[in-house]
């Protein structure tokens, strides 16, 4: 199994432009997550989806930030236009959509950082 | 509305000794609770899962963590610290199967040799 895979590993970009993450999650799995990491406030959930529908984006931090999710296989966060405090890891997740306590997997993140 | 608190950002033992990681949570339904481990660069691996079966809980690459209702704890312990063990290591908990997960702020642990 290829994991979650996440696009670009590292984004570097100037202030006021706009970034697109990309992920794609495990085949088969059905619920998807975007988390933020950051030295200040840790990790922390932005938006997750299940079976392609947004659940939750109340961890989205202001109107430039936006999540989609067109097809069980990709989805992208998009920052427009970035700042320098959206610098931070961004990690995708997947997981099983069932009635236990499914196990998360992470992707390896996108590093960015907003000059 | 659920929380988690890891008691020390950083813990240093040295190889051999014993790791003891401490999570506490706070829930207002019975929780399933996460250890995660984070290697420098890389992204979170699952390194065990509480999920009401037995409150004893064996991860991988030998940890293990009790689930302590009484003392709203999850502390993560490996009999011997090994020099790979070096890493960030996150209490997460969740109120049902496919909520997000709620993290604690993270514990570095160093090991010496």
């Known amino acids: 199994d290829a994991g979650v895979i996440q696009s670009p590993r590292h984004e570097v970009t100037e202030m006021g432009q706009e970034v697109t993450l990309r992920c794609k999650p495990i085949?088969?799995?059905?619920?998807l997550f975007w988390y933020r990491q950051t030295m200040m406030r840790g990790l922390e959930l932005l938006i997750y989806f299940n079976n392609n529908v947004p659940i939750d984006d109340s961890g989205m931090p202001e109107d430039r930030f936006s999540a989609k999710m067109p097809n069980a296989s990709f989805s992208t966060l998009k920052i427009q236009p970035s700042e320098p405090r959206d610098s931070a890891v961004y990690f995708c997740?997947?997981?099983?959509?069932?009635?236990?306590?499914?196990?998360?997997?992470f992707g390896p993140g996108t590093r960015l950082l907003v000059l | 509305a659920q929380s988690v608190t890891q008691l020390g950002s950083h813990v240093s033992v040295s190889e051999g000794a014993l790791v003891l990681l401490r999570c506490n949570y706070s829930s207002s339904v019975p929780p399933y609770l996460f250890w995660y481990v984070q290697y420098p660069n890389q992204g979170l691996q699952l390194l065990l899962k509480?999920?009401?079966?037995?409150?004893l809980v064996k991860g991988i690459n030998g940890f293990e963590a009790e689930f302590k209702k009484s003392e709203t704890s999850f502390h993560l312990t490996k009999p011997s610290a090994h020099m790979s063990d070096a890493a960030e290591y996150f209490c997460a908990v969740s109120d049902s199967g496919n909520t997000p997960l709620v993290f604690g702020k993270g514990t570095r642990l160093s090991v010496i040799a």
């Open positions: 509480y999920t009401s079966a037995a409150t």
């Open positions: 085949s088969g799995h059905n619920s």
């Open positions: 997740a997947s997981s099983r959509l069932a009635g236990g306590p499914e196990t998360q997997y």
